[in-house]
């Protein structure tokens, strides 16, 4: 029997940010797919089973709020986690999404405030 492996999608338009995100989470038990842009991010997740999402919020086009924002339109209840460098966002950027987080806070963090979407998911230990 295999072990439970949440699908998250992680969008993100720095590729070498995305790639260590991805490693990061599938060493810790999860299934990823990813996203190199909102509009590609919105497109995998509508055509995917996901049941989290990690959104990076400074991308060109579409920041990571207007992506939240959309993706809660189409299935409100995947929780969403939105990552940024920036300490403060406006109350517009964050009001779609679940956690906010920045990316100074680190890797360890990123896993246990994803966990949460996951009550019953036990991380692999690294």
Not at 39 to 58: L, R, T
């Amino acid at each position: 029997m295999t072990a439970y492996r949440p699908l998250v999608l992680c969008v993100d338009d720095e590729k070498v940010g995305l790639q260590v995100r991805k490693l990061l989470l599938e060493r810790s038990g999860y299934s990823v797919l990813t996203a190199p842009d909102g509009p590609a991010g919105i497109a995998v997740f509508s055509e995917n089973p996901v049941q989290a999402v990690v959104i990076d919020f400074a991308m060109p086009g579409m920041d990571g709020g207007q992506v939240a924002a959309e993706m809660r339109r189409l299935k409100p209840e995947v929780p969403i986690l939105l990552l940024s460098a920036y300490l403060g966002l406006p109350p517009e950027s964050t009001q779609h999404v679940d956690i906010y987080m920045t990316k100074g806070e680190g890797a360890p963090a990123l896993l246990e405030k994803l966990s949460h979407f996951f009550p019953d998911h036990s991380t692999v230990p690294q």
